[in-house]
């Protein structure tokens, strides 16, 4: 048994052309071995590393399926580990019988992410590359495969790796003074170190700077589109879907419940939602009055709040019940006055001047039914230019882009205040220089490395102090 050898299929699920079976661990090459027969009659070892072979997948010792083999000896693989990968027919019962196959051999399933986990463990990939990894696989925008892609990563990882070689170099200069007071190990005064500090700070600013950009991108804004029945909602919610998620009708009140999907629009992502017209008066019905309690909470939550209103009809009192709830919300607002090629029509003209100055940081004048392409653009430039950054390039510029990384970063900086201010009110340079050293374990937590190793190598590594 190979209970260290795991296996998965790495395609999609179902029907297709071609299923690819991917296996690693120490086991993996002498599994392979078992259940695949090349057609040359050699063994699969006598073959070149990445040599893609072609052959037979033996199972209860039948031909199942033909196809190609390929081995990736350890280290010169994804995983680190010698990994195997099996390509086969597509079929969904041929895939898992040749998975089968490497079941009854000692091969055990891999759990969620296992491939990946293990590249992380050995050294393959960062934290952060992984996330990214992630992102990519679930990306449903070019910005977001931009965001996550080699080139990307590489920017972050170079970025982290020199703040965290700043720091390790103060950290080792502090020590080796402290250690070894009589060897000539450089002058390095309080004001220097703080004077590195600063520069370190300044580095770290920048790059937490660019998390509200790397955010929009990648895990989205989250949006609600508000109104009372029958101004648009549902019609600019399909027209950002991209098709018709929403029922539209002359109905007032069609849209009864809460409607969710992600999209991209421009540069971010939008967590968007439709909701439930927001009126008041009698005759609501239970799950019509469901319906709207559920907006408001949405109103209440949510990051960016479009709110419609009605330019073909007059302002009334569910407008400013609206208001008022939008006026409690704490999100970015947006005033889409819709309709407006019906405005002229209406008897008496819907009053803009009744809502109030101040509650809505933009106002635009649209046609939702009419000019759909001028209502996307101009959307997509406003948001855009809210929530991103234009001077900030994905896949030119590192760029943090997930929560946990922005909390680690957050926390170094909050030490590396704390060991300023620390040397500047006088503290003794080791009390003071422990806030350095929680500042690299929070940087060091971004990617998983060990930061009392890291310290004591780099002062090995630049100081002859082993005598």
């Known amino acids: 048994m190979h209970g260290n050898v795991i296996a998965a299929i790495s395609t999609p699920p179902g029907k297709g052309g071609v299923a690819v079976i991917r296996m690693s661990g120490s086991g993996a090459i002498e599994i392979a071995r078992s259940v695949f027969l090349p057609l040359s009659g050699k063994d699969i070892t006598d073959y070149k590393p990445r040599t893609q072979i072609y052959g037979y997948v033996i199972y209860n010792e039948e031909k199942i399926d033909d196809g190609m083999l390929t081995v990736f000896p350890s280290p010169h693989s994804y995983t680190g580990e010698d990994t195997v990968e099996i390509s086969c027919h597509g079929g969904i019962l041929v895939t898992r019988t040749v998975l089968e196959a490497l079941f009854a051999k000692g091969a055990v399933p891999a759990e969620a992410?296992?491939?990946?986990?293990?590249?992380?463990?050995?050294?393959?990939?960062?934290?952060?590359?992984?996330?990214?990894?992630?992102?990519?696989?679930?990306?449903?925008?070019?910005?977001?495969?931009?965001?996550?892609?080699?080139?990307?990563?590489?920017?972050?990882?170079?970025?982290?790796?020199?703040?965290?070689?700043?720091?390790?170099?103060?950290?080792?200069?502090?020590?080796?003074?402290?250690?070894?007071?009589?060897?000539?190990?450089?002058?390095?005064?309080?004001?220097?170190?703080?004077?590195?500090?600063?520069?370190?700070?300044?580095?770290?600013s920048r790059l937490i700077g660019t998390y509200r950009t790397g955010r929009a991108i990648n895990e989205g804004i989250s949006t609600v589109i508000v109104g009372k029945p029958n101004v648009g909602k549902s019609t600019l919610y399909n027209l950002l879907v991209g098709e018709d998620a929403a029922i539209v009708t002359d109905i007032a009140g069609t849209t009864r419940d809460v409607l969710e999907r992600t999209v991209p629009l421009g540069r971010v992502t939008l967590r968007l939602t439709d909701t439930a017209g927001v009126r008041s008066?009698?005759?609501?019905?239970?799950?019509?009055?469901?319906?709207?309690?559920?907006?408001?909470?949405?109103?209440?939550?949510?990051?960016?709040?479009?709110?419609?209103?009605?330019?073909?009809?007059?302002?009334?009192?569910?407008?400013?019940?609206?208001?008022?709830?939008?006026?409690?919300?704490?999100?970015?607002?947006?005033?889409?006055?819709?309709?407006?090629?019906?405005?002229?029509?209406?008897?008496?003209?819907?009053?803009?001047?009744?809502?109030?100055?101040?509650?809505?940081?933009?106002?635009?004048?649209?046609?939702?039914?009419?000019?759909?392409?001028?209502?996307?653009?101009?959307?997509?430039?406003?948001?855009?230019?809210?929530?991103?950054?234009?001077?900030?390039?994905?896949g030119q510029d590192a760029i943090v882009s997930s929560a946990r990384q922005h909390s680690s970063l957050l926390r170094a900086l909050g030490f590396i205040d704390t060991a300023i201010d620390a040397y500047r009110s006088g503290l003794m340079t080791d009390a003071a220089s422990s806030d350095i050293e929680m500042a690299i374990g929070a940087i060091s937590e971004l990617d998983g490395r060990a930061v009392s190793d890291s310290i004591v190598n780099d002062i090995f590594s630049k100081f002859c102090v082993g005598k």
């Not at 080796?176 to 007071?181: E, G, K």
């Not at 170190?193 to 700070?201: G, M, P």
């Not at 408001?296 to 209103?309: H, Q, T, V, Y």
């Not at 006055?337 to 106002?363: H, M, Y």
Request: overall charge negative.
């Open 113 to 204: 992410g296992e491939f990946t986990r293990r590249a992380f463990i050995n050294g393959k990939l960062s934290l952060s590359e992984a996330e990214a990894i992630g992102t990519l696989l679930e990306a449903t925008s070019h910005e977001q495969i931009k965001l996550s892609s080699s080139p990307a990563r590489a920017k972050l990882c170079e970025a982290i790796d020199a703040i965290r070689r700043d720091l390790t170099d103060v950290m080792s200069s502090i020590w080796a003074r402290i250690d070894y007071p009589d060897e000539d190990l450089g002058d390095f005064t309080d004001a220097e170190t703080v004077q590195r500090l600063e520069a370190v700070k300044y580095n770290l």
């Open 281 to 394: 008066g009698e005759g609501l019905d239970k799950v019509e009055a469901i319906g709207i309690e559920r907006s408001k909470s949405r109103i209440a939550s949510a990051e960016l709040i479009i709110a419609l209103f009605d330019l073909s009809r007059e302002f009334d009192e569910s407008d400013k019940e609206l208001i008022d709830e939008i006026t409690k919300a704490q999100g970015y607002k947006i005033c889409l006055l819709n309709k407006c090629d019906l405005a002229d029509k209406n008897d008496p003209p819907f009053d803009a001047s009744l809502i109030p100055e101040g509650v809505f940081g933009e106002t635009i004048s649209i046609s939702a039914d009419k000019d759909n392409l001028k209502t996307i653009e101009t959307l997509t430039q406003m948001v855009n230019g809210l929530f991103t950054d234009e001077k900030i390039s994905c």
